[in-house]
């Protein structure tokens, strides 16, 4: 018996030594994804200089958001980064431009634009729900039930100079303890010189992603933190949340014929799974490539009014105020490998975000239409059914008689007494209509039951399949 209860005891130990080692096993592992691998927030790439490594590293971002205004063929693009964990002696963050350095402007913001407003699709389909809720009751008896369950669902400097053979810059600012060059090459090896010289050696696989881009009409923009210290000082800025943060920020303005933006430098981040958060002014349709498709998600969003602040009067061209701004937000969370191209943004919107805004803002013509059709085709569905026999009412009448239905089913069945469903001889029906007797005909009832019936289920499908559309 005491050997039993020491062999039961010896178990339950082993047991327990074993559920705490995965218990630890599983919280070491969950640490270090949430350190090294959900803080990483990027596009275009940043490179830090760690001292006691005495090498140049990748930074883990904290977070990366771009905003882009496209106008007149003319792309102004904010680029924000926030490296608040930004640790070592020195910085430098870079990223390609499809346009010729003659042509491209260059400046270095504090913060970043703030947007808010309601979702488009998600609008459509509370618009579309409530539209037929309300055409519904047309039939009077479904108030009692459509009220229930509303109620249950309601619970810089100018002027370009050579620094060395091959490479031209054509801009350079200094503020807020950061710099930023916009410089043009004619060869890697003029690109990888500069920025020795500026005290940065390149990883082999950041050098082969800008390889692609050397040679082509592409600029590159090149920003560095040359004072950790004194760029903290001056970038510091207050999250919603009042947390102090750093954020670097770069705007530039170039022609395009489609809307740009960086996603290949990415790239080097290898496996990890890098969020990607863009917002364009106006409602576009983004070229999201097969590597990235299901990875990507697409928002449509309408903001009633947006009150520009001054530092950013320039990337909104003088406005101060818009009513009704229009934006895409454009979330990509492919892991970085399959950043292969960059992304190019048709300023269009597709034909369905057309559509559903069109219903939106016109939800009382949009509401009279699908009435009108949903009546007439019920009318002339009931018709067809119960009067298929002896039929002497065209189809155009029998579609035309469900806008009685506007009278709501009490009107649709009194006006339906007078309708005429059976043929009589000539001389009869004259006598009758001059004595002022209507002809019963029983089929009627029937016909009402059915249009009320076919009313509801229309209604449903047609709620349905614009739901599933939009």
Same mark, same amino acid.
Request: one cysteine or more; a neutral charge; aromatic letters at 14%.
């Given at each position: 018996m005491i050997q039993t209860n020491r062999t039961y005891l010896n178990n339950l130990r082993l047991n327990l030594i074993m559920k705490s080692k995965i218990f630890i096993i599983t919280a070491l592992f969950l640490l270090f994804y949430l350190t090294f691998f959900q803080s990483v927030f990027a596009d275009g790439m940043i490179h830090i200089y760690d001292p006691d490594m005495y090498r140049w590293d990748l930074l883990n971002e904290n977070q990366q958001l771009s905003v882009i205004n496209y106008e007149n063929g003319f792309q102004k693009m904010i680029l924000s980064v926030d490296v608040t964990e930004l640790r070592g002696e020195k910085a430098v963050w870079l990223f390609p431009v499809p346009a010729k350095p003659d042509k491209t402007v260059i400046d270095v913001i504090k913060g970043f634009p703030k947007f808010w407003g309601y979702d488009v699709k998600e609008k459509t389909d509370d618009t579309i729900s409530?539209?037929?809720?309300?055409?519904?009751?047309?039939?009077?008896?479904?108030?009692?039930?459509?009220? *229930?369950? #509303?109620?249950?669902?309601?619970?810089? #400097?100018?002027?370009?100079?050579?620094? %060395? %053979? !091959?490479?031209?810059?054509? @801009?350079?600012? @200094?503020?807020? !303890?950061?710099?930023?060059?916009?410089?043009?090459?004619? @060869?890697?090896?003029?690109?990888?010189?500069? *920025?020795? $010289?500026?005290?940065?050696? *390149?990883?082999? !696989?950041?050098?082969?992603?800008? /390889? %692609?881009?050397?040679?082509?009409?592409?600029?590159?923009?090149?920003?560095?933190?040359?004072?950790?210290?004194?760029?903290?000082? @001056?970038?510091?800025?207050? /999250?919603?949340?009042?947390?102090?943060? $750093?954020?670097?920020?770069?705007?530039?303005?170039?022609?395009?014929?489609?809307?740009?933006?960086?996603?290949?430098?990415?790239?080097?981040?290898?496996?990890s799974e890098i969020p990607i958060l863009i917002y364009v002014i106006g409602h576009v349709t983004p070229n999201l490539y097969q590597e990235i498709k299901q990875e990507s998600q697409i928002n449509y969003f309408v903001q009633d009014y947006y009150t520009v602040s001054p530092e950013f009067s320039s990337f909104f061209n003088g406005k101060t105020r818009i009513n009704e701004l229009e934006y895409t937000k454009i979330k990509i969370n492919a892991p970085s490998k399959y950043l292969r191209e960059d992304l190019w943004i048709k300023n269009s919107a597709p034909i369905n975000i057309t559509l559903a805004d069109f219903i939106n803002r016109n939800t009382l013509i949009c509401g009279l239409i699908f009435f009108v059709l949903t009546s007439c085709l019920a009318s002339l569905f009931s018709g067809l059914v119960v009067f298929r026999k002896d039929k002497i009412i065209s189809n155009q009448k029998l579609a035309l008689f469900g806008l009685w239905n506007f009278l709501t089913l009490i009107g649709f069945a009194i006006a339906s007494v007078f309708l005429r469903t059976k043929k009589l001889k000539p001389e009869l029906e004259q006598q009758l209509k001059s004595e002022g007797i209507i002809v019963w005909d029983g089929r009627k009832i029937l016909f009402v039951f059915l249009f009320t019936i076919f009313f509801l289920i229309i209604t449903f499908v047609f709620q349905i399949v614009l739901q599933y559309i939009f």
């Amino acid at each position: 018996m005491i050997q039993t209860n020491r062999t039961y005891l010896n178990n339950l130990r082993l047991n327990l030594i074993m559920k705490s080692k995965i218990f630890i096993i599983t919280a070491l592992f969950l640490l270090f994804y949430l350190t090294f691998f959900q803080s990483v927030f990027a596009d275009g790439m940043i490179h830090i200089y760690d001292p006691d490594m005495y090498r140049w590293d990748l930074l883990n971002e904290n977070q990366q958001l771009s905003v882009i205004n496209y106008e007149n063929g003319f792309q102004k693009m904010i680029l924000s980064v926030d490296v608040t964990e930004l640790r070592g002696e020195k910085a430098v963050w870079l990223f390609p431009v499809p346009a010729k350095p003659d042509k491209t402007v260059i400046d270095v913001i504090k913060g970043f634009p703030k947007f808010w407003g309601y979702d488009v699709k998600e609008k459509t389909d509370d618009t579309i729900s409530g539209t037929f809720s309300v055409i519904r009751l047309s039939q009077v008896y479904t108030f009692p039930f459509l009220f *229930l369950f #509303s109620s249950i669902s309601s619970l810089s #400097s100018s002027g370009a100079r050579n620094l %060395e %053979e !091959g490479i031209t810059i054509h @801009e350079h600012i @200094e503020k807020m !303890g950061l710099t930023t060059e916009l410089v043009s090459v004619k @060869e890697s090896d003029a690109l990888y010189n500069y *920025l020795t $010289n500026k005290g940065l050696d *390149l990883p082999s !696989g950041s050098k082969s992603i800008l /390889d %692609e881009y050397i040679g082509k009409d592409y600029s590159f923009v090149v920003s560095w933190i040359s004072d950790v210290a004194k760029f903290k000082q @001056e970038s510091s800025n207050q /999250d919603i949340y009042g947390r102090t943060i $750093n954020t670097v920020g770069v705007s530039i303005t170039f022609p395009t014929n489609k809307i740009y933006f960086p996603l290949k430098p990415t790239s080097v981040y290898g496996s990890s799974e890098i969020p990607i958060l863009i917002y364009v002014i106006g409602h576009v349709t983004p070229n999201l490539y097969q590597e990235i498709k299901q990875e990507s998600q697409i928002n449509y969003f309408v903001q009633d009014y947006y009150t520009v602040s001054p530092e950013f009067s320039s990337f909104f061209n003088g406005k101060t105020r818009i009513n009704e701004l229009e934006y895409t937000k454009i979330k990509i969370n492919a892991p970085s490998k399959y950043l292969r191209e960059d992304l190019w943004i048709k300023n269009s919107a597709p034909i369905n975000i057309t559509l559903a805004d069109f219903i939106n803002r016109n939800t009382l013509i949009c509401g009279l239409i699908f009435f009108v059709l949903t009546s007439c085709l019920a009318s002339l569905f009931s018709g067809l059914v119960v009067f298929r026999k002896d039929k002497i009412i065209s189809n155009q009448k029998l579609a035309l008689f469900g806008l009685w239905n506007f009278l709501t089913l009490i009107g649709f069945a009194i006006a339906s007494v007078f309708l005429r469903t059976k043929k009589l001889k000539p001389e009869l029906e004259q006598q009758l209509k001059s004595e002022g007797i209507i002809v019963w005909d029983g089929r009627k009832i029937l016909f009402v039951f059915l249009f009320t019936i076919f009313f509801l289920i229309i209604t449903f499908v047609f709620q349905i399949v614009l739901q599933y559309i939009f």
